[in-house]
């Protein structure tokens, strides 16, 4: 049971068949809650200390690319039988790293569409990001014209361009966020506009060697930043 200061009242808004398992969170001026949500925290994102024997591998890898290639050779076809542990999302009868970039990420929009006070309705928004290097969407920033997704390696923004609310246009802003395979949940994060309009968002530990669509290269893989 939940203990709430005086003075203050606890609600449910929105069960769980709502919002399932969300990840980042945040409201636009109507009252709308977005969450983001991903298919890949127990298959294609992977948690360092599940696989200890890659552990020198990833703290070598410099760069996004570098960790493309790490995937990609440790999930060859030719290794499809040692590989088996993995699930063939694909269906293709061979455990590859084709097989990581099925899943995908999304963000849901829930809202009161009667003014009851509970959420009533959910729409699913954006349903993308399914490249074999895709971290998961800890990040996520709502605004009036655009919404940003931080989903490593890029940060993200998307515009509804014909008015129903779902995401068709996609832009990054900047490449080349979570290079380490670490641990589940240091991925992009905390994404806010500042007083000065600038966005700002985080990463742990996972690293960033990003290059901005300036073509400016800010390397930093081993350790996190703020942007």
């Not at 809650?33 to 994102?45: F, L, V």
């Not at 440790?74 to 790293?97: G, M, Q, V």
């Not at 699913?124 to 399914?130: H, P, Y």
């Amino acid at each position: 049971s939940a203990i709430v200061a005086d003075g203050l009242k606890l609600n449910l808004w929105a069960t769980d068949s709502l919002a399932p398992d969300p990840i980042a969170m945040d409201v636009d001026k109507e009252g709308r809650i977005y969450i983001t949500r991903s298919n890949r925290n127990k298959n294609s994102e992977f948690d360092i200390r599940g696989h200890r024997d890659w552990m020198t591998a990833s703290i070598g890898l410099q760069s996004v690319e570098e960790r493309r290639a790490f995937l990609r050779e440790t999930f060859a076809p030719e290794k499809s039988k040692e590989n088996s542990w993995f699930p063939d999302l694909n269906n293709d009868s061979i455990h590859d790293w084709k097989d990581l970039a099925v899943e995908k990420d999304e963000v849901w929009m829930l809202e009161d569409s009667d003014g009851d006070g509970i959420a009533d309705k959910s729409t699913q928004i954006l349903n993308d990001f399914n490249d074999e290097i895709n971290d998961v969407a800890g990040a996520l920033l709502v605004r009036d014209e655009d919404v940003f997704v931080g989903i490593g390696p890029d940060m993200y923004r998307l515009k509804d361009t014909n008015g129903d609310k779902i995401l068709d246009e996609k832009t990054s802003i900047a490449t080349g966020f979570a290079v380490h395979i670490g641990f589940g949940g240091h991925g992009m994060s905390g994404a806010t506009q500042g007083p000065d309009g600038k966005i700002y968002w985080g990463i742990g530990d996972i690293g960033a060697n990003l290059t901005t669509v300036d073509g400016v290269n800010h390397k930093y893989p081993n350790q996190g930043v703020i942007v």
